[in-house]
């Protein structure tokens, strides 16, 4: 578990083909290890990623084939920038908001416009993700925990402060680049939770529909 505030900017150093599998290396730069051990967790550009080596520089960690197919690493190449947190302790400040470090999907830089001395940037996410993208709701990008500011069907913008640019690979996000998101976890739990038993039907699809908001009496009858 995460909260989304980025800690360091580290640096891809190598990447080693396994099968479907793959080996990546990381330096990470200012971010303190000396309390990271083997089978730790750190959030790498918001995929979480456990410690399988300490070189000395940073650390070592195994990407399955799943992992590659649903985010953005297998597209990096070595001297690629990479947002880093550490695991969330019980003494982590919750600066950002609950992130697992599960990317749910891969959305795309549309737009960065200049907004005072920020920058506010446009992307599109899945449409499947769309429904848990919320007007002032908090979503994680690469790893970072932003908050929405505006929602169009898909798409949604974000608007980053200077300190988040400067402390954040965000600074480098062009119209094209992709980017792993996460949307908020109580978002995913709640829509499932409104399944109630219908959620243990093999047969019932992911999503809330209209049906099951009559059914759970969250319609009123307008005849």
């Known amino acids: ?26 330096k990470t730069g200012k971010l303190w ?9 750190i ?8 410690v399988a080596a300490l070189p000395g520089d940073g650390y070592i960690a195994d990407v399955s084939a799943e992992t590659l197919t649903l985010s953005t690493l297998a597209s990096l190449s070595p ?3 990479l947002n880093l947190e550490k695991s969330l302790t019980l003494s982590t400040p919750l600066g950002g908001h609950f992130v697992s470090g599960h990317v749910d999907g891969i959305g795309q830089v549309l737009s960065r416009k200049r907004d005072g001395r920020s920058i506010r940037f446009e992307i599109e996410a899945p449409a499947a993700l769309a429904r848990y993208i919320a007007h002032k709701g908090s979503i994680c990008v690469d790893g970072a925990s932003l908050t929405v500011n505006a929602v169009n069907g898909s798409r949604f913008e974000l608007n980053s402060v200077p300190h988040t640019l400067e402390n954040s690979i965000m ?3 062009l119209a094209g680049t992709r980017v792993n998101l996460e949307v908020d976890l109580i ?37």
């Open 1 to 26: 578990m995460f909260t989304g505030i980025i800690q360091a900017i580290g640096t891809l150093s190598s990447m080693e083909r396994y099968g479907p599998d793959m080996r990546l290396r990381i």
């Open 33 to 41: 290890l000396d309390d990271v051990a083997l089978g730790d967790s």
């Open 43 to 50: 959030s790498t550009n918001g995929v979480c990623l456990t």
């Open 79 to 81: 001297g690629s920038k």
């Open 171 to 173: 600074s480098g996000y």
């Open 187 to 223: 978002a995913r739990y709640l829509e499932r939770l409104l399944l109630a038993d219908k959620a243990a039907d093999p047969h019932t699809s992911d999503g809330i529909t209209l049906e099951t908001l009559a059914r759970l009496g969250y319609l009123r009858d307008r005849g």
